[in-house]
């Protein structure tokens, strides 16, 4: 099985400058974030002091920045994902960007 570098580019509210507006906007973000993993069968490793949460799902694992979710991701599990995130609602999932992952991908 072949594993990309896979960067799922994203829009949400938070400024690149001056991240997020409000806790609140912050909170439904990391909220629908999980959720949609969570259902897809990925475990969500909270954020501590203030970062930034990850997810993995066995060799896989993304970095749930709020402008693009990173990570090495398995090529037969992108299609879910995408779809996945085409379903959301506090964030759109733009573009996604693949690269091989070194010794990973075939």
Not at 23 to 28: L, M, P, R, T
Not at 69 to 78: K, L, Q, R, V
């Amino acid at each position: 099985m072949a594993y990309w570098n896979t960067y799922f580019r994203i829009k949400s509210r938070y400024q690149p400058y001056g991240g997020w507006n409000n806790d609140k906007d912050q909170s439904a973000f990391q909220r629908e974030a999980r959720k949609i993993l969570q259902r897809e069968g990925w475990t969500i490793h909270p954020s501590e002091y203030g970062g930034r949460d990850s997810a993995t799902k066995g060799l896989q694992d993304l970095y749930l920045h709020p402008q693009n979710f990173s990570g090495i991701i398995a090529e037969d599990e992108m299609p879910a994902l995408q779809e996945a995130f085409s379903k959301a609602q506090i964030f759109q999932c733009y573009h996604v960007d693949v690269f091989c992952a070194d010794s990973l991908c075939d």
